[in-house]
């Protein structure tokens, strides 16, 4: 692999040096032409522009700028217009809550950019000033985004594939995090309390799957490009091992607490948990090579570690020759050998092994016609739809406050708008957690912002106090958001300062607006429609099943027709995953109000280990099929196949359907099922190895299946049935 070109600063420094440097330049600017009412409008625009900004590549990012600007352009130059008619302005901001909520529906480059386009309206209220022109705010805004743009157009131009390779290094991060939590599974002290360790290892699958689709949405914009540059292609091989490593180390071959008690007095056991254990560690170490822009070198001691399991297997299959679990012991040590034959030759990437053009392909979820828009939107258009509901909400909040700022003639009040419609988020967990952060946030920095009247600060100094308190605004709105509302607060308290406005009426002001607005966030989640009358675990364990059934439908197909990582594979088993990263957050969501749900709690749990041991037996499927490769012919020559087949599609069936069935119609097709599993052991030819194999893992799909259907209709009790169709299982989206 190619030596790569080292950057010399850490990433965190990069990915704020656009708004240190505009924020830098911007100061420059005011303190050399004076332009003291300027300021806020210009600070706030270019704080919109940060977090509006979206990676792409060249012509992507100009695209989204060019877009963002117009809609900056066109939002604040409505409200410069209306602010001083209290009842038109108050239709324009409710109308514009609801539509840019109701805009998140559709993708990510949409909601962005629509919410940044609502802060824009909010900003350009909060720094109206009757005696300047009508349109210097709505310009110091779009100056302000087109500074910061400009910022990191020339950060894209010096490192354009930066992004994607810190994607990738939390991605690969992550993984090894999980082979961490796996490698537990083969300690034979833990072996009676691993039903814990499954619900961390489903919130563990929940953090990779949301970092790998990191990767893919940085991925897709680049590949759109016909000119594809080799470092983007070295990313996308590591992307695709990374995948494959995830469906292999979340494979389940045995059932981990029997087998933890047959080797407890074995080293074959600690040695399985040793690799893992390395196999994680490598991942870390590419994780950091990714993050550090170094080339990946795997340790020799992961080849000496396999080497002695091998030979540790063989002798412990030496040692009992008529042990019953022999082929499953087998598949599972070839299954980790593999992770580090593939571990191994991530040191020499060949892109030459790029050159079928459907390994190359990664789809977004995207909507690029306006039909297709039209009908995301239309299809949400229910009290059903979590982002109606939030967007209705949005609304009525926008209402409320403008209608209390207009009937009080609160001086600063429209800082209630900007609480609520920041506070409040699409669920109540969510939302309280925010809460209290932004108080606690607002109120140190209303105590640090109290004392900068004091110190007496010159031009200069207040600028640069605008600009630190900006720039480290940046820097923790991702990961401490008390630490967040706190420098917004700062810098806002120095900008009433800088125009001259009464800081101390400013002060007290902003702690009584935001404690408000936190209310009306609070009422709203807390009453209109509130997450616990729209309880979605019932509908999310349903879609969680029928997205198992697509991946073991796709596996199916590829063990009849040959092994292939094409895209409707890759597809099959993103969206298995998506879905059960969705189950997983529905779960983490009630877990954190648990009075509100009571037994549903328990049931989310539940129906989180069993779909989790669901998609482990089908990826073990997915692990094998390489294997079963090279038995394609013998096994399209046996009387075992039909049966194996057609017992899969009864199990596909059933998962797909299970939402619509009565308990007697789902006990007697699982009877069909279980006769045709029964039917498929019995073959003479089951109990060779990669026969016996494949029925062992459809076995254990349907072992789980009757209590996740248990589990399911009683977490449906409280919902019409009717109401409740089956989503497709293939999904509509793409990988």
Not at 220 to 228: A, D, G, I, K, T
Not at 275 to 300: K, Y
Not at 610 to 626: D, E, K, P, Q, T
Request: charged residues 15%; glycine residues 4%.
């Amino acid at each position: 692999m190619p030596a790569m070109k080292a950057i010399p600063v850490n990433s965190p420094y990069i990915a704020n040096a656009p708004i240190l440097v505009s924020a830098t330049l911007a100061a420059l600017g005011v303190w050399y032409f004076n332009a003291v009412d300027e300021s806020p409008a210009l600070f706030l625009g270019i704080i919109a522009g940060g977090l509006v900004d979206l990676d792409n590549r060249l012509t992507g990012r100009l695209r989204n700028v060019f877009f963002t600007l117009l809609h900056f352009s066109a939002a604040s130059l409505l409200v410069q217009l209306t602010v001083q008619q209290p009842w038109l302005f108050a239709a324009l901001m409710t109308t514009a809550a609801f539509t840019v909520t109701m805009a998140g529906a559709l993708d990510v480059r949409y909601r962005t950019i629509a919410f940044g386009t609502l802060l824009v309206m909010m900003y350009t209220v909060l720094t109206y000033l009757p005696h300047i022109p009508w349109y210097i705010n709505p310009l110091m805004i779009v100056c302000g985004t087109m500074l910061y743009s400009l910022c990191t157009l020339v950060l894209h131009l010096l490192l354009p594939h930066r992004p994607v390779q810190e994607n990738m290094a939390q991605a690969w991060r992550k993984l090894g995090e999980l082979m961490m939590v796996k490698a537990q599974f083969f300690d034979p002290d833990e072996a009676n309390y691993l039903a814990s360790k499954e619900v961390t290892l489903a919130m563990k699958n929940t953090a990779v799957i949301n970092a790998f689709n990191q990767c893919r949405s940085a991925l897709f914009y680049r590949l759109r490009s016909q000119h594809r540059h080799p470092r983007t292609m070295r990313m996308l091989q590591y992307y695709l091992a990374a995948q494959n490593l995830h469906e292999r180390i979340t494979s389940r071959h045995v059932e981990y607490r029997d087998f933890a008690h047959r080797l407890e007095h074995s080293d074959l056991i600690y040695r399985i948990q040793r690799l893992i254990v390395l196999q994680a560690q490598a991942c870390a170490n590419m994780a950091e090579s990714l993050h550090n822009n170094r080339d990946f070198a795997c340790d020799d001691t992961l080849k000496r570690a396999g080497a002695g399991l091998r030979n540790a297997l063989a002798l412990h299959l030496q040692q009992h020759p008529h042990s019953p679990n022999h082929h499953a012991l087998s598949q599972l040590v070839d299954n980790i050998l593999a992770i580090s034959s593939q571990l191994q030759r991530l040191e020499n990437v060949k892109l030459s092994d790029m050159e079928n053009g459907d390994a190359t392909r990664i789809a977004g979820q995207d909507l690029e016609r306006p039909g297709e828009m039209w009908r995301a939107l239309i299809s949400h258009c229910t009290l059903e739809s979590a982002v109606f509901r939030h967007a209705v909400r949005m609304a009525l909040i926008t209402a409320a406050s403008c209608l209390l700022v207009a009937g009080l003639d609160l001086h600063f009040g429209y800082w209630i708008l900007l609480t609520a419609l920041i506070v409040c988020q699409p669920n109540y967990s969510a939302t309280t957690t925010r809460l209290k952060q932004r108080i606690l946030g607002t109120v140190l920095g209303v105590l640090v912002g109290a004392l900068l009247p004091y110190f007496a600060l010159s031009l200069p100094s207040q600028l640069a106090v605008m600009v630190i308190s900006g720039t480290l605004f940046f820097a923790f709105r991702t990961r401490r958001y008390s630490f967040y509302t706190f420098f917004i607060t700062v810098q806002a308290l120095a900008g009433f300062s800088l125009i001259g406005l009464d800081a101390h009426t400013a002060l007290y002001s902003r702690i009584l607006d935001t404690v408000i607005g936190a209310g009306l966030a609070w009422v709203a989640v807390s009453y209109l429609w509130p997450d616990w009358h729209y309880l979605t675990l019932g509908k999310t364990g349903v879609r969680a099943l029928q997205g198992d059934a697509g991946y073991l439908q796709q596996i199916l197909a590829q063990l009849q027709q040959g092994h292939a990582d094409d895209v409707n594979y890759r597809v099959a088993r993103r969206l298995a995953h998506e879905r059960a990263a969705a189950l997983s957050n529905t779960v983490s969501d009630m877990s954190i109000e648990p009075q509100k749900y009571g037994t549903k709690l328990q049931d989310g749990f539940t129906l989180l280990q069993l779909n989790y041991a669901l998609i482990s037996s089908i990826s073990a499927l997915g692990a094998m099929r390489s294997h079963m490769a090279a038995h394609r012919s013998e096994l399209a020559n046996s009387d075992f196949w039909p049966l194996f087949l057609a017992a899969g599609a009864q199990l596909v069936a059933l998962m797909q359907h299970t939402d619509t069935r009565e308990p007697e119609a789902f006990q007697a097709a699982l009877q069909q099922t279980r006769t045709a599993l029964a039917a498929l052991q019995s073959h003479e030819h089951s109990q060779q190895p990669g026969q016996h194999l494949l029925w062992q893992q459809l076995q254990h799909i349907s072992d789980k299946l009757p209590l996740y259907f248990d589990t399911l209709r009683h977490s449906l009790d409280q919902y019409d049935e009717a109401d409740i169709a089956p989503a497709n299982g293939s999904g509509s989206v793409a990988a």
